[in-house]
Nanobody, 123 residues
Framework: EVQLQASGGGLVQAGGSLRLSCTAS????????IGWFRQAPGKVTKGVSC????????YYADSVKGRFTISSDNAKNTVYLQMNSLKLEDTAVYYC????????????????WGQGTLVTVSS
């Protein structure tokens, strides 16, 4: 059974930091791209960041470049999203997703996705 367990969300003030974790099981972690997309009320769902565990390549949405960092711990089957300098507009439910192709996560068509974790940024 494939599982993608997201955690780490919470309430943080603008300018603060959070680290999201996505722990995967049920598929070959090393062969997959793992990433995050987010869904905010009234806004378009968007891909945020992804990492390809095969070659280490990464993707960041323009809105998070320079503030978010994605990393992967293959020994723990876990991908992390370090989010710094958080803004009000980062408030959303963040979903972890996996696919053999990084692009499929970016375009919101992943093979697998898990339950989200809520990030709320307050002023």
């Amino acid at each position: 059974e494939v599982q993608l367990q997201a955690s780490g969300g919470g309430l943080v003030q603008a300018g603060g930091s959070l680290r999201l974790s996505c722990t995967a099981s049920g598929f070959s972690f090393d062969d997959y791209a793992i990433g995050w997309f987010r869904q905010a009320p009234g806004k378009v769902t968007k891909g945020v960041s992804c990492i390809n565990n095969r070659d280490g390549s990464t993707y960041y949405a323009d809105s998070v470049k320079g503030r978010f960092t994605i990393s992967s711990d293959n020994a723990k089957n876990t991908v992390y999203l370090q989010m710094n300098s958080l803004k009000l507009e980062d408030t959303a439910v963040y979903y972890c997703a996996a696919d053999l192709k990084l692009h499929n996560i970016v375009v919101l068509n992943p093979e697998y996705w898990g339950q989200g974790t809520l990030v709320t940024v307050s002023s």
